[in-house]
């Protein structure tokens, strides 16, 4: 069993198309969505993010970082929540990937496997450290 | 040419893949929904495999089709149109013959019950009542307990018979045998498909939590067995729990279930060496434990706890998972509270088991020389006799008091009895450096 991101990004394009849609319409197939994954025993966190113009962007490309308000007219998608699901392979996170409610041009989902502490040398300092903060946070 | 056949083995793959985790996904509501509208379990399982293994063969061929699950669906109608086709021509011939019919005579010439339009096989009020009624289907008292857990990994956790094989360690078609004897075998026993009603449910849940409860204990066993596969069949067995309390949320036992597998599951990352070897509670490393993992299975236990009739078996035992996991270390741990929730255990689940468990507890809380009556009691009644565990218990507690010579004694005689070679090389060990001591 592995823990994988299910990361939900967007053009402007593709939010635009979400904001013509009925919320109430919108929240209730999310919700259905959640449900399903509730029910099917896989879902253990994820988190939706507000609207990219209340946000702001560090860039790192010149000496000193430049800070950008949102919403960042170059940048190409936008990073609007995130799920994170316990299933046994990449294909299971796939398949629950495609049944998200999303629709229409620019709108995706990025799947990725989240890091367990089998991907760091256990002997580093920091990396110990970091297994102590988990512990603090109630997070792994 | 090499280049694109090994192109054409890993679409072959992909194809594969993809068809097993929509399996992992949608066979319960598939295999569920067929069961209610044919209302036959055994058939809905026989036609439901019929559509995966044409899955199998066509996706990877073909691509898998825009919506999968309305394929399968659709595909499993068909066969079990088929074979009500057959049934009924089959009773008819026997019916010219002349022979009395037994039950199911009545489908005889009737149009099968499905409807045409696959659409309404997808009530979305129902998936939960037919994700029950098949764990209860699947669990049945009436089926041997191999059975049982054959057949709720492959049609609640959708696993192929394949991986049912790979999970319980037994060959691919001893998996298929099972599956089809539990058919004949609800089949003749008439079992219906449904919730059971109020007066079997309390038995039947029962049933239900322990066969999930096995799956979990054969899969955190890796004494035997490709250690990751067996650790897939733990974490299967949390998920079943995870789907049990979102089906019966007013079952206080099914949450203590749930949380004694996320509790004890939390400590799985520690409880491996780097080279796959076992490492004991004492060792191990408290930090790599799964903190979103103890955070769920206190969740459930307080839900548990919530109903307030008191927590039964797997609550208590979710209890004592619970202090291990919050304890800072082995001397850290609250041994008083751990006493007496295994005190508590013992009243509602005796067994001898739980009686040396708490005399180990004792050992922690108040010493060896507190903990050595329990275990001699355990003794002189014969408790748990022809097996390692009392001389071992015993053998530590004598160490710990300082008598030597009766200890070596008693951790040699339980190293006889052992019959796990890394455990009786630990207890031999053991022995020995008390004689160096």
Known sequence: MAKYMLIMRGTDEGVAAFRELDVREVIAAMGRYNESMMQAGVLVGGEGLSDADEGAVVDFSAETPVVTDGPYGETKELFNGFWILDVPTRDDAVEWAKRAPLHGAGNKIEVRRVNGPEDFPQDDEWIQKEAVWREQLGTN | ?437
């Open chain 2, 1 to 437: 040419m090499a280049g694109a056949a090994r192109d054409e083995l890993s679409a072959a793959d992909t194809g594969r893949r993809a068809v097993e985790a929509v399996w992992r996904i949608e066979s319960a509501r598939i295999v569920g929904a067929l069961a209610r509208y044919t209302g036959d379990f055994p058939l809905a399982e026989d036609v439901a495999s019929e559509a995966l293994a044409e899955a199998l063969v066509a996706w990877p061929r073909d691509g898998v089709p825009r919506d999968p699950v309305a394929w399968l669906l659709h595909v499993g109608r068909l066969r079990a149109v088929d074979a009500f086709r057959r049934r009924s021509g089959r009773d008819a011939r026997y019916a010219a013959l002349g022979r009395e019919l037994p039950e199911g005579g009545a489908h005889a010439g009737a149009a099968p019950a499905l409807p045409d339009d696959p659409d309404v096989l997808w009530d979305p009020d129902r998936i939960d009542d037919d994700r029950l009624a098949l764990l209860f289907v699947a669990c049945h008292p009436v089926l041997p307990r191999e059975a049982r857990l054959a057949l709720t990994l492959r049609v609640v956790g959708g696993l192929t018979s394949e991986q049912v094989a790979a999970a319980l360690l037994v060959p691919v078609p001893t998996v298929q045998a099972r599956i089809t004897r539990a058919k004949k075998t609800l089949a003749a026993a008439g079992v219906r498909f449904e919730v059971p009603p109020a007066a079997e449910r309390a038995e039947r849940l029962g049933s239900v939590l322990n066969v999930v409860y096995v799956l979990f204990t054969e899969g955190s066993s890796a004494s035997t067995g490709d250690s990751w596969i067996r650790l897939d069949l733990a974490h299967e067995a949390v998920r079943l729990a995870r789907v049990l309390v979102r089906l019966v949320p007013d079952e206080p036992e099914a949450q203590g279930l749930l949380a004694l597998l996320e509790l004890t599951a939390a400590r799985f990352p520690a409880r491996t060496g780097p080279d796959g070897e076992p490492v004991l509670l004492a060792d191990q490393d408290r930090r790599r434990w799964d903190r979103s993992a103890i955070r769920r299975g206190r969740a459930a236990l307080a839900r548990a706890r919530a109903a307030g009739r008191g927590l039964g078996p797997y609550g208590l035992q979710a209890a004592i998972a619970e202090q291990h996991d919050l304890a800072p270390s082995v001397p850290g741990t609250d041994w008083a509270r751990i006493v007496e929730l295994y005190g508590a255990l013992a009243r509602v689940a005796p067994s001898p088991v739980v009686d040396l468990n708490r005399a180990v507890a004792v050992s922690q809380a108040s010493g060896p020389a507190a903990a050595l009556p329990l275990v001699d009691a355990l003794a002189d009644a014969g408790a748990l006799r022809g097996t390692y565990l009392v001389p071992s218990v015993r053998g530590e507690l004598l160490a710990r008091l300082g008598r030597t010579d009766e200890a070596r004694a008693e951790l040699l005689r339980a190293a006889t009895l052992c019959g796990n070679a890394r455990e009786r090389a630990v207890l031999e060990r053991k022995a020995a450096d008390l004689r160096d001591a």
